[in-house]
């Protein structure tokens, strides 16, 4: 393909492809996200381009089946969604597709049957569904409707029209300052204003004269997220684009995509669009004509999660173990190989050509002050409705877990979320900010300064919600055993603290301990924010701090009264069968790995408690709901 | 601090518990500390190395313009009008819980006990997995022998809890000259009792190292 030498050439090419597309060609939009490929995407997919090639309809123009980035609505895969109509249909099996093909592709009609349905109401389309309805895409506006591995469907979709007004219309200084009244902060977590790193580099440029590099933070390690992942798998362009828009606006000429090993689709994505986008001259030298020239490189992580940590990131790069030094001096002073380097993660560089295409003013006035645009959250946990969103900042908590969630499934209700991965916190949901303005709202208001007063942080959008079934001591536990496998061992508190805080929790959950040793596990966790080297360590307490505080009951209720209230933690916890209920069926005891369920067919079954390892199969089997624990 | 005439231009004047200090250009708060004989405890620190900041016993509380940060002065560079607390209540409690982790940590070490005891730590919470072991991990031999010696014989193995110091593929290795300095270096004496795991056979050396 031709290179692209000038921003006419760009809308030149949009313009033509677009008029090479037929508005009336069919598309069916087949989600190959991660949930949706562990449902067997690949395969209904692969039915589609096969259901064409036997079907012997007379199409007008011949479908065409696109492979996009993730749709969202995770538990509910694989998501295909149709135009024209803009059907979406979930659940969607290989042996659903010839009735698709023939109904929809062919007839133009909706296959009732596989539409999304709640509470009796089935909805044709995604813009109906309640889940995509308090939703508000910016970021992931292209994900899931572009074909990743294709420049062409991204330019048609605008891509690269940022960068081309930032690079021809605009002075660096200029595009930094847009950025700044955006009011743009790191979606990585911390919340750090954007355009204070990038200026800070841009002088420290200045008075050592010398290269400035960037980097994307891809290394997403935490349980539960997948917000990067979806970006990178979704809409790659959208980061490269986010990036030569920041190395011209510092003068970096550089920029290092480090993304972590056990992504491999989002490696493949990104790869891909980086060789395209140099293959049509948007990458490289001179781009656009504008006479600026950058360069991209993809590194990969190695599997460890401190790399996501800035200063080991910029360790693993250089070629040496991954650990975090101290900062300051920070990376924009004193960075990849001693130079000046601004580490974004992979979403806030995906933000930045949506502030140059909505405008600094326009940008900011979504979501609220002092936490402006949208944040993507990966929904996961005790939700009905289990997925990637994107909300404005700002957004109720109640309104992020019960309209867009959809509410707790079962008998259950909803009693805390965790956010932000394993250094974020455990709040009760019921939690009510505690600044007046705020506590109006029904529920707290997920934005990074509200966040963080509630001892919790934003961090990068994981969400875990948990009802009355989830156990906070266990869930700290959790979290503690990820963050001690994950420690790199250097500093003092972080290995041997985490191991120690560790135990406690071991003791709490097979009710040992007192009520003082609760005291000593909150003054350890203190010692722990205030004496680790890097963000890791500091953070690492943040689970069980903040369960303590909010939950401190629960955790007496371990050590004091020998119980688990959820019924989750083994040693603490009974199952017994309800003679009232229990009809007899014998499936317990047919499925008890431990045969320690007797009884004869038709009659009362019996556990034996002393064999019993309380592994909860009698309980998920049994057709009557018998089996109950205390 | 005879009188003021006499305070260069690049000098930086704060406090350290309250104590009124100046601090060359370039020095740290420990370095600040140690030329003012005021003590703080700490482990990984050498005059001779790079600081590392691993051991976490030399933090202080940094009070200035309203905000306090706990942070290791071995890395902290000074700055004016700040105000440094080496025995505050958040202070102490990193290094108690610091001293209880090393008592853990390297039992068998008499230096490690006596410093805990002067710190008023005498027991530990936690469970001692070698009751044998004196290493700390703290890496001053590491460093000593990369930074100084420039052979590079020593250096760390595994990951967090697992961490260990280890020679490059396990093996004793010709690298080593022999020097012994990080046997001197070492804040324990751990590393005496494991030289001959790190040192080979001196007389293959061979390479860049034989230049030494």
Sequence with gaps: MKKIMSAAELQDLSQTLLAASDPDQPVARVCLGPGCLALGAEKVSQAFRSALKKSNANFKVQPLIKTTGCHGLCSQGTLVNLSPGNFMYVRVKPEDVPEIVET??????????????????RYRTAADIPFYRAQQKVILKNVGTIDPLDIKDAIMAGAYQSMAKALLEMSPDEV?????????????????????????????????????????????????????????????????????????AMGAHQGFLYVRHEYPIAIQHLSVAVQQAYALGLLGKNILGSGFDFDIQLNRGAGAYVCGEETAIIASLEGRVGEPVVRPPYPVELGLWGRPTVINNVETWANVPHIIRLGAESYAKLGVPHSTGTKIFSLVGKVRNSGLVEVPMGISLGALVEEIGGGVPGQAHFKAVQTGGPSGGIVPYELKDVTAEAAEKKTLSVDFDSMARTGSIMGGGGMIVMDNHDCVVDLARYFLRFLEEESCGKCLPCRLGLKGMLGFLDHFAKGEGTPEDIDALESLGQALVDGSLCGLGKSAPNAVLTSIRYFRDEYLAHIVDHKCPAGVCKDLISFSIDPETCDGCGLCAENCPEECITGKKKKLFTINPAACIRCGVCRDVCPVNAVHVA | MSSKKAKKDDSIDFTIDGQKVQAREGWTIL??????????????????????????LCVVEIRQDGRTNVTASCLAKPAAGMEVLTRSERVENVRRWVLEMLLAECPASQEIRDLAARHGVTATRFAITDPAEECLKCGRCVAVCNEVVGVRALTFGSRGVKKKLETPYRVPNNMCIGCGCCVSVCPTGALQKRLDTVRGDISRRTGASFAH
């Design chain 1, 176 to 248: 930094i300052h847009t950025v700044e009244v955006s009011g743009l902060r790191g979606r990585g977590g911390g919340g750090f204003p954007t355009a204070y790193k990038w200026r800070r580099a841009a002088e420290n440029a200045q008075e050592k004269p010398g290269p400035v590099f960037l980097i994307a933070n891809g290394e997403e390690g935490d349980p539960g997220a997948f917000m990067d992942r979806a970006i990178m798998e979704g809409d790659p362009h959208a980061v490269i684009e986010g990036m030569i828009i920041g190395g011209y």
């Design chain 1, 104 to 121: 929809t592709l062919v007839g133009g009609k909706v296959v009732e049957r596989l539409l999304y349905s709640e509470n009796g109401t």
């Design chain 2, 31 to 56: 370095e600040t500390a140690r030329a003012n004989h005021i003590d703080i405890p700490t482990l990984c620190y050498h005059p001779a190395l790079h600081p590392w900041g691993s051991c976490r």
